[in-house]
């Protein structure tokens, strides 16, 4: 089941939602003489996997970097659910101001994993209880050891699919008061329930590179699972996840994360790791070195760690099962990282009864086939640890791990119990509880404003000026003819797009179309408007464009999860064109009209380069998945009311050859699709630079109603007096420690470089400038050109100057060391640009050897 993958995230979004970072057509990374030096796969030492990482389930999530400085923990509604808004109960964790789950000394002893051998021996971490976890897993322990071993199972064993209220369930235990699980998707909203927000999708939220606005839609969102009585909300895949960059994807996580779990609900992570296309993903393997499966794939996870995210979700991939791999698992996430949550399956991910010993915590939605009343965990595993085969201390830990992540979000305190039930929507057992508000519409328009991207804007087309004639042209601005839920899952489009399809929706309470939205705005204007609705109908097109001052062209792309396929796209795109004769459309269109606009609503990138250049198509908006607020939103873009800052979470290429990988598409339903994923760390705008490739629009762009001058940029460090070893050893270019948590230390973490520099709205509107840093790593590093650490959204009112601050911390400056297997500072100096976009630099400094 897709879940919220926050993380909850995703590296590639290119076909059907993304396109796959491996495939047999991927580029290989550049050797010495296209790209300066070599790469060294090597995999060594004592985090070496006893198999290769073929089933690393995938998401591009970030590498750290200082949060939101004061936690946004407000409430955002208040009121009753009988007046039609949800008390919002701010459930406060105290998480470190550096991004790391917890605080205070780290174990002095190194973790070894040992070797496998004989059964009743786990490489599984037993949970530590540090930081914000301490008094959750003592309490926790307590519980689980008075405890039969048939309910600590229990409580790592969903009921069976269709067997509970939720779409995953965990059964009560009378003797400790539990009343059990609730896990219910989506990550834009609370899937099969009534009266709740449909949020703008998780790549909208990645484009505002807003971490207020990211986490407030986390906050509205948490708000609205708690309301249903849901313990733990689901993420996504793909267009449900953050963009193509690690740290874009990991900052999104995190802020994600802290609002949802300010609620009290329980965030997931997923799909851990290395789940990167929808075809083939219970038959493939993801082959990723060490290196690139550190920097790329596993950041995400630890920043949604350094979280305190309650659960990691484990995916389908194949070749050693995601769910069943040691290395990922237990040496890379609960060893490395410290992960102190538990790990579920994603639905009927799990495959046999050891997954346990493997790190799986709990298995969805229990059953081994939906429906089929037969578990691997259940009455076989309580028969494994009787008979010795797996140690009872592995189950205590399981249980532990569950009931710590309940007791941590206090859901044992006035928690609702689940008042829907997501299969029966007709049931009396539905109390229709009202969870939508006031604000969190609010918090959805805002999220699809700031996420709508201005591609081109010649001769200030936009904002409009009351022209007095404007025609609006192509079904994607329509609405839905048969209701905006007229496709169970949204497994089709037919009207305008405002999320993909999937288990990561979520029902419309409304949709906003376009139309609805610009002819309410052209009445006040006095603005004649007609529309024309037929993307096929070319010719009437063309004739309706005649003679008006603005035709406005909207096409659209879809995609989603594999188990719908809409017009033969099994999940994943077939091709990055626009649907339903978009790109005819808006060819004509042009051809008819001097003042073309088009506006676009897809789950990724197009290839635009048949109609992006017409002299006519005077502006481009990128609006993405907007969700229910979608025509209001590109209205108040459209006429000046917001000015656009949203800024591209991906690259659009000018051929979809340019990009380093594809979708793996071999249909045989029993082989394994190997997926080696040979582009290593060059992905997306990396894999540009890298290759000397001219994109359309690079990754970071974004134009604006204003213009932004930068300046003055400092770079100072800051000291804390407790330096020491592990300082000297990292300055050195090695590796200092290898404990449990390792990657999350605090040495590691805490601000180090301070880069200040002002940024001036030298326009005429007020707006705000979303500035980005990349680092230049040296040669010896044989990392990509430049690599994305760090970003600031900066609002100005015209002439204003403000200062805008990045934290660099030791981990962002680190590359992954595969010989010593831990962080380590290149040798050189490291440049600092700072700028518009991951092309557009207007400020450089450096920070020295």
């Known amino acids: 089941m897709a879940t919220f993958n926050i993380a909850l995230l995703v590296v590639w979004i290119l076909l059907a939602c993304s396109a796959n970072a491996g495939s047999p057509h991927h580029r290989q990374a550049p050797n010495s003489t296209t790209y300066g030096h070599k790469w060294n796969a090597t995999k060594t030492s004592m985090w070496k996997p006893t198999t290769k990482l073929s089933n690393l389930t995938t998401h591009s999530w970030s590498s750290p970097s200082v949060p939101t400085e004061k936690p946004c923990l407000t409430a955002c509604g208040s009121g009753s659910p009988e007046t039609g808004t949800i008390v919002t109960v701010t459930t406060v964790i105290v998480t470190s101001l550096y991004p790391i789950p917890t605080d205070g000394p780290m174990p002095s002893a190194p973790y070894t994993p040992p070797r496998p051998g004989s059964r009743n021996h786990t490489r599984s971490p037993a949970v530590r209880g540090l930081g914000a976890w301490a008094e959750p897993v003592k309490r926790a322990r307590q519980v689980v050891a008075s405890l039969t071993l048939e309910e600590r199972v229990n409580l790592t064993t969903g009921v069976g699919w269709m067997n509970g209220h939720c779409v995953g369930n965990i059964p009560p235990l009378a003797s400790i008061g539990f009343p059990g699980l609730c896990l219910e998707d989506s990550p834009l909203g609370v899937r099969f329930a009534d009266h709740a927000t449909a949020f703008p999708a998780g790549i909208n939220a990645a484009a505002t590179w807003d971490r207020h606005l990211i986490r407030e839609r986390g906050i509205a969102m948490g708000a609205e699972f708690r ?14 996840g953050f963009g193509a960059d690690p740290y874009l994807v990991g900052e999104s996580a995190y802020e994600t994360i802290i609002g949802i779990q300010s609620q009290g609900v329980q965030a997931t992570a997923k799909h851990y790791i290395g789940n990167e296309q929808e075809h083939n993903r219970t038959t493939s393997s993801s082959n990723i070195d060490d290196r690139t499966m550190h920097e790329i794939y596993a950041h995400p996870f630890m920043r949604s760690v350094a979280a305190d995210v309650a659960s990691v979700m484990c995916s389908y991939i194949n070749g050693t099962w995601a769910c069943e791999d040691e ?33 799986l915590d709990m298995t969805m939605p229990g059953d081994i086939v939906f429906n089929d009343n037969v578990t691997y965990f259940g009455q076989n595993l309580t028969d494994y640890v009787n008979n010795g085969t797996i140690a009872e201390s592995r189950v205590n830990d399981m249980a532990t791990r569950i009931l710590a992540a309940y007791y941590l979000l206090k859901q044992d305190q006035d928690f609702p119990p689940v008042n829907f039930d997501a299969f029966h929507p007709d049931d009396p057992f539905n109390q229709h509880v009202v969870v939508i508000s006031a604000r969190h519409q609010q918090i959805a328009h805002d999220v699809a404003a700031s996420s709508t991207i201005l591609l081109k804007n010649i001769q200030n087309a936009l904002p409009l000026q009351k022209p007095k004639t404007l025609v609006i042209i192509g079904s994607d601005a329509m609405p839905p003819p048969n209701g905006p839920n007229g496709f169970p899952d949204r497994g089709g489009v037919s009207g305008t797009l405002a999320m993909g399809w999937g288990s990561g929706t979520a029902n419309f309470p409304y949709l906003i179309s376009p139309l609805e939205a610009i002819q309410a705005r052209c009445r006040k204007d ?30 659209n792309s879809d995609s989603g999860e594999d188990y719908i396929t809409v017009a033969g796209n099994e999940g994943d795109r077939n091709n990055l064109t626009s649907w339903h004769n978009g790109d005819a459309l808006i060819q004509t269109v042009a051809a008819n009209n001097s003042n073309t606009i088009v506006v676009v609503h897809s789950v990724g990138p197009l ?53 380093s990988g594809s979708i793996v598409t071999d249909s045989d339903p029993v082989s394994i699709k190997q997926i080696p994923y040979t582009e290593r760390l060059l992905i997306d705008y990396r894999h540009f630079d890298a290759w000397g490739i001219s994109p359309r629009f690079e990754f970071g762009f974004g134009l604006s109603y204003t213009t932004y001058e930068y300046s003055n940029l400092q770079i100072r460090m800051k000291s804390y007096g407790d330096e020491g ?3 000297a050893a990292w300055a050195k270019g090695n590796v200092g420690n290898h404990w449990i948590g390792s990657s999350l230390d605090t040495w590691l973490h805490r601000p180090v470089w301070i880069v200040t520099y002002n940024i001036t709205n030298t326009g005429s509107v007020a707006g705000a400038e979303v500035s980005q840093l990349y680092l230049e790593f040296p040669p010896s590093a044989e990392e990509p050109p430049s690599v994305l650490r760090g970003f600031e959204s900066t609002h100005l009112v015209p002439g204003e100057t403000k200062s805008a601050t990045i934290k660099l911390s030791r981990y962002d400056l680190s590359v992954w060391n595969s010989v010593q297997q831990g962080w380590s500072r290149p040798q050189g100096p490291i440049g600092v640009l700072v700028g518009a976009s991951s092309r557009d630099f207007r400020l450089k400094g450096s920070i020295a050897a």
């Open 725 to 727: 070893e592990l300082e």
């Open 607 to 659: 290839i635009l380069e048949t109609w992006i250049d017409h002299p006519n198509i005077t502006a481009v908006l990128w609006a993405g998945l907007p969700g229910q607020e979608s025509g209001n939103a590109v209205r108040d873009v459209l006429y000046g009311d917001w000015n656009p800052n949203g800024k591209l979470p991906y690259t659009i290429a000018r051929n979809a050859s340019d990009y």
């Open 526 to 555: 006095l603005t004649t408007v007609s529309w024309f609705s037929n993307d096929w109908d070319l010719d009437t097109a063309g004739s309706v464009a005649q003679y008006k001052d603005v035709a406005i062209v909207f096409v």
């Open 227 to 240: 309301g249903k009585g849901v313990n733990i909300q689901l993420a996504g895949r793909n267009w449900e």
């Open 327 to 359: 290395y990922a698992l237990n040496d890379i996430l609960k060893g490395e990282i410290g992960f102190q949550g538990y790990i579920m399956s994603d639905w009927s991910a799990t495959h046999s009864t050891l997954s346990a010993e493997a790190g």
